[in-house]
């Protein structure tokens, strides 16, 4: 048990509709880190959140947004979802922004159990 | 952009016999992860390796890091059913991880 927990397990919707994933870092972790898992496009890195601002996109689509609150847990915000948006979500946290090159810094990120969002 | 790429992707071996696979990424970086996904779950954290030559082992896995030929290795010592997992390699670049495709290891008896 990695410490990170996301809601819902499983989810199941229409195409369309609109769906909110949650995630609640580990204690003491402040980056929180989205990822979409599919068979066709592997594991890719959707966005990223350090204390509450956004700190990185990568290959999210605008339909997606995200946040982080004061509380430091998360959402995922999926709406007018297709067939292609099936997939494993899964949220990362890790410790700190990792800023600089030192020797010691480094961003080791620890996932949830992910949730499988099915879009029929 | 950066490219992550393993190999192989899929992965079938007698249980006992050695075997690495390989992590080549296209872009500078000293800091590389690997994880161990299980069928349907999260991703396990295995190493963290920091800087050239840096070499980690557990239990039957060894990982290594060549920066300078942007390459590293998870090598498997005597496999064991209970090895038989997805491996993934992660790149940081600037605190971003891009992650490999993946090799899909089935060990068997």
């Known amino acids: 048990d990695s410490g990170v927990t996301q809601t819902p397990k499983h989810l199941i919707t229409a195409t369309g509709q609109r769906v909110t994933l949650r995630c609640s870092p580990r204690?003491?972790?402040?980056?929180v880190y989205w990822y979409q898992q599919s068979l066709d496009q592997g594991l890719q890195f959707l966005i990223q959140?350090?204390?509450?601002?956004?700190?990185a996109k990568g290959n999210i689509l605008e339909r997606f947004s995200a946040q982080q609150f004061p509380d430091l847990h998360s959402e995922l915000n999926l709406s007018s979802l297709e067939l292609g948006d099936s997939a494993l979500y899964f949220c990362?946290?890790?410790?700190?922004?990792?800023?600089?090159?030192?020797?010691?810094?480094?961003?080791?990120?620890?996932f949830g159990p992910g949730t499988r969002l099915t879009v029929l | 952009e950066l490219k992550v790429e393993q190999n192989p992707l899929f992965l079938s071996m007698q249980e006992g016999k050695n075997y690495t696979i390989y992590c080549n990424y296209s872009?500078?970086?000293?800091?590389l992860y690997w994880y161990r996904q299980d069928p349907g779950k999260s991703l396990e954290s295995l190493f963290v390796?920091?800087?050239?030559?840096a070499v980690k082992q557990e239990g039957r896995l060894m990982a290594s890091l060549d920066t300078k030929a942007r390459l590293s290795t998870l090598h498997i010592t005597a496999a064991v059913h209970d090895l038989s997992a997805t491996y993934f390699c992660?790149?940081?670049?600037?605190?971003?991880?891009?992650f490999g495709s993946g090799t899909q290891l089935t060990v068997l008896p």
């Open positions: 990362a946290s890790s410790v700190a922004l990792g800023h600089g090159t030192g020797s010691l810094t480094y961003n080791e990120q620890f």
């Open positions: 204690s003491g972790d402040l980056s």
């Open positions: 959140y350090y204390n509450g601002e956004e700190r």
């Open positions: 872009t500078t970086s000293d800091r």
């Open positions: 390796l920091l800087s050239n030559g």
């Open positions: 992660a790149v940081d670049i600037s605190r971003q991880l891009t």
